[in-house]
């Protein structure tokens, strides 16, 4: 009856150890495939994460600098723009010479703001634009009321006064405007303020 037992215990326990020695081995060799296949999938995934930090790293770096300059042509265009059609004139510089300056500095400004839009979300780029197509109207209607003129002449069509407060009314409120946009862009204020 001893032998019986044994053999029982050989028959039950020796295929038991073997099933369960095996299934051990397989687990530990899955657990290690599936330990190397996360080891890889998550040195791809820093490798992405770096390239893709790089890359918005260059991007945000040009944006910033397209932001800065366009901001200081407007800023140069409006000063240059404001002396052109200012009520009070000082004297100095030549009318022509003013709308010269005022014309080339705004040609300046416009084919910068034009040639790198595409760094700008749509809607600061819409605000942008149509500070840059105000300061043009300015220029349009003060060159409309000084036409011809080699120095400044009272205007009888209102068009000078009419630049003078386009640019002295409307244009700062969308000055602001545009800068807070700016500022959200490049991280200086919170977007949901």
Known sequence: MENYWQQLIGLIVTPV?????????LRELISQGFKRDLQKYKFDLENQNFILRQKFSVIHQRQAEVIANIYGKIARAKAVTADLV??????????????????????????????NRIFLPRKTAEK??????????????????????????????????????????????????????????????????
């Open 86 to 115: 200012g009520i009070f004139q000082q004297g100095g510089q030549s009318l022509p010479d003013k709308k010269k300056k005022a014309s080339d500095i705004y040609n300046d400004m416009s084919a910068y703001f034009f040639e």
């Open 128 to 193: 942008t634009e149509k500070i840059v197509m105000g300061i043009r109207d300015v220029l349009i209607e003060f060159d409309t009321a000084q036409l011809g003129n080699k120095e400044y002449r009272p205007d009888s069509t209102g068009l000078w006064v009419q630049a003078y407060k386009k640019l002295r009314d409307d244009i700062p409120p969308l000055l602001d405007d545009l800068e807070d946009d700016f500022k959200k862009i490049l991280g200086f204020i919170e977007s949901n303020s």
């Open 17 to 25: 150890v073997v099933v369960g020695a095996v299934a051990w081995i």
